[in-house]
């Protein structure tokens, strides 16, 4: 297999991933590249995303773990942290990035996310803005994209 | 050793007890305590100070300090701290890189509250997690089991192994200064990770890389000192903020603006010089061109009809390049025939009345056919399909239709802008084609300053059997010609956004740079020219000491001139408030220095200059010369200072 030189950590951490997964959260690596990972993370409890299964793909890069994962969204979205890419305003994947953190922490900070949206440090400007404005009408939205593009199809 | 807080104590009423604090203790050591009681050091009647050296710095507010000098201040600083705190040296300078490096800082917070000083910047008194010797344990990092040696943790007792810290240091290093404030990896812990791990964990390479961080945190940290700006140059200055000019000579030779860091540009004042450096930035210039004009580079890619160029993609490709290499050595050369693209496209091409592309013309015929797709025929002057044009319209070389129209008006708007972004782009010409010439005269000045001392001087020395210590005169020339020059630089950004409607400022300004313009013109021919001669002859010359006389005076009258110019533009221009436009503009007209003349065509002086009270410089008994101003008795015919003839 390709992935023969891969670090006794990404082979320890997939096991686990793979035998206790954190509830709500299935990861699980691509056949041909180990480092690659199809994520589903299931919309939390109460919050505007209840309901929906979220599609995300996380590459682990070369420096794994001295760099954090690469990670992003492949279901559309309507959150103020994550832009129409799919990219994830997340500190812990960026600066606050530590070696000690693993692929399964970080699937949970964006579960988090989820939860707790955080429009003041906004990834999408149009998204924080309405969230701010009018929240209610921000979370409709965010319900009826959930629906609309998460329902599991 | 006196803290610091007992030098805030002692108040300006104990000055002569510092004093002798000072004279009794000049030594290095106490270098850098001298930034912390810059509050005193611009007393400077201090008359009993009999030392020279120190007298001398109290005048200069700041110190130029070498890779070592530096080193020794650092040491001196975490030396104190760990000594008045009684920690260890890793600890005093982690505390002191949080703080800015500033000891008095350190000081206040730590005394006011240790606790909360420890838990911010992290230096945590006990391990947060026991570190079990002798037992097998995990690594955070790669999930590997080691025995407890070949583990490590910081204060806190997170365990990691040797070779995932090497990593982890590592990467931190590579990612830049921030390694200066490395944690533990533990995301939960922020226990502060010192240069005593790192050097012990790292290789050689990351560890230098590492402390060459470290002492330019000292630097760029401090608000008290900067690094010289010069390329190349290690030397930094330290400097007392709030006693006077911002200027600072580098031990290297560059001058430069404390306050801004731009290249030293007295009299002009920062904001002034941050603007023209903004306006030559090629650049932003094209940034701006390239975003207004709406370019799309591909549409625009070829040439075609027989007598306008088009804007092609290659040529934008060339800009963008251009763009780079002037980028990439800002402060040394701006290219003027970039800047000011976009005013040249707004004055010289007009939008496709069909397809809007931009279009420049720059020779032939009014007939215009557009690139493809486009292929629109029309007429540059008046805009209108050339389907419309022919013999009837007053042949192919002109268009009624244009002039007719012209007379009732139809075109004033996008003319009169076409013709306003025309002459601002030559204004702006002007005085950037000055500017520019001043700072290359200045560069060649500097250049044979050089020659001069290294090599001319003593060659002279034997030509003119002079001993070297009486030919300082040249060397003085020399100085005052490269000071002039950038001084004479600056004022034409100055003269660049002084406001037209100002006209006497306008007026005064312009007699006074014209009048040190030509003065330096005179000193700069006079070192350069008419020392060759001296400098080429076989055994002394007779009237060695006649150019002796005259280069000394020349450069004593070139400084005075600029000393008026520098002075009345620092204060603004405000003689003009109560003198009005000075009566000495006519004579100065008559001179005809380089830049009056160029400034005369543009036609403004005449209209407003004589309002002001004439104010006669001639005294009696005395003329004036005319070229050098050099007062002389009346019953000479040539100037005593310039050989000029009345």
């Known amino acids: 297999m390709a992935n023969s030189n891969l670090p006794r950590r990404i082979i320890k951490e997939t096991q686990r991933l793979l035998s206790e997964p954190a509830p709500g959260i299935s990861a699980s690596p691509s056949e041909d590249n180990m480092r690659y990972f199809n994520v589903m993370i299931l919309g939390p409890t109460q919050s505007p995303y209840e309901g929906g299964v979220f599609k995300l793909e996380l590459f682990l890069p070369e420096e794994y773990p001295m760099a954090a994962p690469k990670v992003r969204f492949l279901t559309k979205i309507y959150h103020p942290n994550i832009d129409k890419l799919g990219r994830i305003c997340l500190d812990i994947l960026k600066d606050k990035w530590s070696p000690a953190l693993q692929i399964r922490t970080v699937l949970l900070s964006i579960q988090a996310l989820l939860s707790a949206p955080n429009p003041d440090d906004p990834l999408s400007e149009n998204i924080a803005k309405h969230w701010k404005t009018n929240e209610a009408e921000a979370v409709e939205t965010a319900k009826e994209w959930t629906r609309l593009y998460a329902s599991g199809a | 050793m006196v803290s610091e807080d007992e030098f805030d104590m002692q108040d300006a009423a104990a000055e002569s007890a510092e004093d002798d604090f000072y004279s009794g203790g000049e030594e290095d050591g106490f270098d850098s305590d001298d930034a912390d009681v810059a509050d005193y050091e611009f007393i400077d009647n201090d008359s009993d100070d009999s030392d020279d050296l120190i007298s001398h710095r109290y ?38 890189r949080y703080y800015n490096w500033s000891v008095s800082k350190v000081h206040d917070e730590w005394f006011a509250d240790e606790e909360k000083v420890r838990r911010a910047v992290g230096l945590l008194e006990e391990p947060v997690v026991p570190f079990p010797d002798g037992r097998d344990m995990t690594c955070g990092i790669c999930f590997e089991t080691y025995p407890s040696d070949r583990l490590r943790a910081a204060v806190c007792g997170h365990p990691f192994c040797n070779s995932c810290w090497a990593g ?51 630097i760029e940290d401090n608000r008290k000192t900067k690094w010289c700006p010069a390329p190349g140059c290690d030397y930094a200055v330290d400097f007392i903020v709030g006693s006077g000019s911002y200027d600072v000579i ?28 903004l306006k030559n930035s090629a650049e932003s210039e ?57 005013s040249r496209i707004l004055a010289n091409s007009k939008p496709c009345p069909k397809c809007k592309r931009p279009i420049e013309k720059n020779q032939g015929c009014m007939h215009i056919t557009c690139t493809p797709p486009c292929k629109f025929e029309f007429c540059w002057l008046c805009l ?22 012209k007379q009732e008006g139809v075109y004033d708007e996008a003319e009169k802008r076409r013709e306003m972004a025309k002459n601002s782009l030559e204004r702006y010409t002007h005085y950037y084609e000055r500017w520019a010439t001043n700072q290359t005269s200045r560069q060649k000045a500097l250049a044979d300053l050089q020659q001069m001392q290294n090599v001319h001087l003593e060659k ?25 020059r950038r001084v004479l630089k600056w004022t034409y950004a100055y003269g660049y956004y002084l406001p037209e409607h100002e006209h006497a400022k306008r007026l005064f300004f312009e007699y006074l740079q014209g009048e040190a313009e030509s003065g330096l013109e005179r000193l700069h021919q006079c070192a350069e020219k008419e020392l060759q001669i001296y400098l080429n002859a076989e055994g002394p010359s007779k009237d060695f000491n006649e150019f002796r006389t005259k280069l000394a005076g020349l450069t004593s009258v070139t400084r005075n001139y600029f000393e008026n110019l520098v002075r009345a533009l620092e204060n603004g221009l405000s003689d003009v408030d109560s003198h009005g436009a000075c009566s000495r503009m006519a004579s100065s ?45 009346k019953p000479a015919t040539i100037c005593a200072m310039c050989q000029h003839r009345r």
Not at chain 2, 90 to 95: H, M, N, P, Q, R
Not at chain 2, 191 to 200: P, S, Y
Not at chain 2, 251 to 274: G, K, L, Q
Not at chain 2, 300 to 317: A, D, K, P, R, V
């Open chain 2, 460 to 484: 002279l020395s034997d030509i003119q059997c002079q001993p070297e210590s009486q030919l300082k005169f040249i060397i003085e020339a020399w100085l005052q010609i490269v000071e002039c």
């Open chain 2, 286 to 342: 094209n940034m701006n061109w390239a975003w207004d004009v709406g370019l799309d580079s591909y549409h625009i890619s070829e040439e075609y009809g027989h007598n306008c160029t088009y804007f092609t993609q290659f040529f934008l490709q060339l800009l963008q390049e251009l763009a780079l290499v002037i980028g990439s050595c800002r402060q040394k050369v701006f290219m003027s025939p970039v800047n000011g693209f976009r």
């Open chain 2, 250 to 277: 580098c031990r290297c030779a560059y001058s430069f603006c404390w306050n801004c860091t731009e290249e030293a540009h007295r009299p002009v004042d920062c904001a002034t010089v941050a603007k023209w450096i």
């Open chain 2, 589 to 633: 007209k008559s001179l005809g220095g380089g830049s009056s003349r160029a400034r005369a065509g543009r036609g403004k002086g005449s209209t407003s200059r004589s309002s002001g009270p004439s104010r006669n410089i001639d005294e009696p008994g005395h003329w004036s010369c005319e070229y050098c101003t050099f007062a002389n008795i």
């Open chain 2, 168 to 218: 982890y240091i590592s990467t931190a290093i590579n990612d830049g200064p921030g390694c200066l404030v490395l944690r533990c990896p533990d995301p939960s812990c922020n226990a502060a990770v010192g240069q005593d791990m790192i050097n012990v964990l790292t290789s050689n390479e990351d560890s230098d890389r590492y402390s060459r961080y470290f002492i330019r945190s000292y």
């Open chain 2, 384 to 405: 209108g399909a050339w389907s419309d044009h022919g013999e009837r319209t007053g042949g192919f070389y002109a268009c009624n239709r244009y002039e007719t129209a």
């Open chain 2, 59 to 96: 005048q200069q507010n700041y110190t130029i300090l070498s890779e070592g000098d530096i080193r020794q201040r650092q040491d001196d600083d975490i030396m104190r701290i760990a000594t008045v705190l009684s920690i260890s040296k890793v600890a005093a300078s982690i505390l002191l």
